[in-house]
């Protein structure tokens, strides 16, 4: 597309609500984003094994009018052995700058103060599908892997998974960081919660607790 023409149809976009929601899940997550003009434009980088592809091809749908390229498959070099990633990048646009300002302090990640204002059920089930896991086969318990961020910023989001959804959780400490534990007696109201965002080929991380039906 001529650049003339991207800068008209980029002064046309405006986020959407659930739009914002997922941006909000995703940075939580593993979603970056980037600047390439000292933060006047930023873009939101998705990248996902190629596992997860189902996953990266319904973000791009929900974002397909701010991408230009759709998702493109790469070979990553991780010790040395080969992993293919799936990912996408977003146009850059200013609607992106207040979450960058929100969630970044020179350009490392942390949880704004108003976290627990934007949490909602869609936010809480992309975070969780971008970065939440079973604790074991014999456990209730879900993990977050929050170890991204400060073991401070990882207290306010237990605090606030707690005001906003009155789920238990609580802070576990692993060699590179802090995880948070939702803890197995709130394990079943957590999969009601998001269990109507979650992706088909996700349900298995929350499938095994009491009665949920997919």
């Given at each position: 597309m001529h650049s003339d023409l991207i800068e008209s149809h980029k002064s046309k976009l405006r986020l959407t609500?659930?739009?914002?929601?997922?941006?909000?899940?995703?940075?939580?997550?593993?979603g970056h984003l980037e600047t390439q003009n000292k933060g006047k434009t930023y873009r939101l980088k998705i990248e996902h094994s190629i596992k997860q592809k189902e996953y990266v091809d319904w973000l791009y749908c929900e974002f397909k009018e701010w991408v230009l390229t759709a998702p493109q498959t790469k070979i990553q070099l991780l010790n040395s052995?080969?992993?293919?990633?799936?990912?996408?990048?977003?146009?850059?646009?200013s609607g992106f700058r207040f979450y960058a300002q929100q969630f970044y302090q020179n350009r490392k990640k942390r949880v704004p103060k108003l976290i627990h204002h934007w949490l909602t059920p869609l936010v809480l089930a992309i975070w969780f599908?971008?970065?939440?896991?079973?604790?074991?086969?014999?456990h209730k318990a879900r993990i977050i892997n929050t170890q991204a961020f400060s073991k401070n910023d990882v207290?306010?989001?237990?605090?606030?998974?707690?005001?906003?959804?009155?789920?238990?959780?609580?802070?576990?400490?692993?060699k590179e960081g802090y995880q948070i534990m939702?803890?197995?007696?709130?394990?079943?109201?957590?999969?009601?919660?998001i269990k109507r965002f979650i992706l088909p080929t996700m349900m298995y991380k929350i499938k095994e607790l009491g009665n949920i039906n997919a």
């Open positions: 609500d659930r739009q914002r929601e997922i941006i909000v899940g995703k940075l939580l997550g593993d052995k080969p992993y293919v990633k799936y990912w996408f990048n977003t146009l850059s646009h599908m971008d970065d939440g896991s079973i604790k074991s086969k014999d207290s306010e989001l237990i605090m606030a998974l707690k005001k906003c959804f009155d789920l238990n959780c609580k802070l576990r400490k692993q939702i803890l197995a007696e709130s394990a079943d109201r957590f999969a009601q919660i």
